[in-house]
């Protein structure tokens, strides 16, 4: 009885609750709202009943107790048990209230919604403890498929063969005929004939004999055209000559064209390719000391090319002082700091040095420029000895 009561003096009071203040409390949000200490007098309950959020107070003690009734809670005593007359009525005081906490401002609508969610989470709640608590945990279902057997290992004379002829199986047939080329492959990769890497004059040989015009070798026909050969060319030329490291302002369009220009330039510095066998006579006359003075004058002999040979020789003798020899060939500094972020070696700088100065020259790079500046760095006696290579 005190229950309805107090719903429709709640109700009374929202009804008659002054429209100005209601569009203040809409308007702020409920931010100057002010929680009033609730008093315990009779005497003053229509006053406090004016404060939304005493009356929001009391209707929600009410839907926490509507719902501890008509819950299923383990240790409830069994006396409160509700009838059938009794549940239906809580059920439609239920929805009074939450239409009076919709009316209630500020935000009333948002309040009844969060209230009515809030309580059926507690449901839940209720409900995992009348469970006994059970872990949200779920264990894995045992595996039903069954064990397969372990694989036996083969046994190492099953792929390796037994005896001293034994065949070691690789997986196919091509595999293994490779394997057991021989018996100790490592042996076999140690040995000299693996050596395949050829020298400069045993591969370009043919292509300096083809790019003499002498030889009338039409360019289809040349070596350095083949894409094939020019790639063994170039790695060649990377291990073995310092021309390929040397770096030039001429602009090739192509890999031929680069091969051809490398070739001409191993053309002067490697030694003409040996002539065909001579007969016993003519190693008889050769081994004259006589006949074996060159017929050339010296004049002709300061104006034929710097040879490799040649640069070899001065650049072993060079040393460190191949930078006092750079500026008297007119070296600029860049070329001379590019030659030493080459190599640390001071031969190799040396042999890079001659090396970009024959570049440079072009055809003049002769042995009495050579002579020449040597002499004025003050190598008079590897200027001598230039001249008796």
């Known amino acids: 009885m005190k229950l309805c009561l107090c719903l429709k003096a709640i109700s009374w009071t929202t009804c008659r609750f002054p429209k100005k203040k209601l569009e203040e409390l809409k308007t702020t949000g409920g931010e100057n709202v002010y929680f009033a200490k609730f008093l315990t007098s009779e005497k003053l309950m229509d006053l406090q009943l004016s404060d939304s959020n005493f009356r929001r107070h009391i209707l929600l003690q009410y839907l926490i107790l509507f ?11 069994s006396s409160c048990v509700l009838t059938d007359e009794q549940s239906l009525w809580m059920e439609d005081t239920t929805k009074l209230i939450y239409q009076l906490l ?26 995992w403890k009348n469970e006994g608590c059970p872990s949200f945990v779920k264990e894995r279902p045992a595996e039903t498929k069954p064990i397969r057997p372990a694989r036996k290992r083969p046994a190492p004379e099953d792929f390796l063969g037994k005896g001293p002829d034994r065949k070691i199986f690789m997986g196919n047939d091509e595999l293994t005929r490779l394997w057991n080329l021989n018996l100790d492959n490592m042996e076999a990769c140690k040995s000299e004939r693996r050596e395949f890497m050829p020298s400069l004059e045993e591969f370009f040989e043919d292509a300096i004999e083809q790019a003499d015009p002498v030889n009338m070798v039409e360019d289809e026909y040349k070596a350095v055209n083949n894409s094939n050969y020019g790639w063994r060319a170039l790695r060649l030329l990377a291990r073995r000559s ?18 051809e220009n490398m070739v001409i330039k191993l053309a002067k510095e490697l030694p003409p390719p040996s002539e065909e066998i001579k007969t016993g006579e003519e190693d008889d006359d050769n081994d004259d000391p006589l006949l074996k003075e060159s017929n050339e004058s010296p004049e002709e002999q300061q104006q034929k090319p710097v040879t490799g040979q040649q640069l070899d020789a001065i650049a072993s003798k060079l ?8 500026h008297h060939l007119e070296m600029k500094e860049t070329d001379i700091h590019e030659i030493e972020s080459d190599s640390e070696d001071v031969k190799m700088r040396a ?39």
């Open 67 to 77: 719902q501890y009734m008509k819950g299923q809670v383990k240790f409830k005593s």
């Open 102 to 127: 919709k009316e209630i401002p500020p935000d009333g609508d948002k309040f009844a919604s969060v209230v009515e969610h809030i309580l059926n989470t507690e449901e839940n709640w209720n409900t």
């Open 242 to 259: 310092p021309h390929f490291f040397q770096p030039t302002n001429q602009q090739f369009k192509s890999l031929p064209e680069y091969l």
């Open 319 to 326: 040393g460190e002082e191949w930078k006092s020899l750079a």
């Open 351 to 389: 042999k890079l040095l001659l090396v970009a100065w024959q570049d440079r020259e072009g055809s003049h790079a002769i042995v009495e420029n050579l002579v020449s500046a040597l002499n004025s760095a003050g190598f008079s006696d590897l200027a001598d000895s230039l001249s008796e290579l």
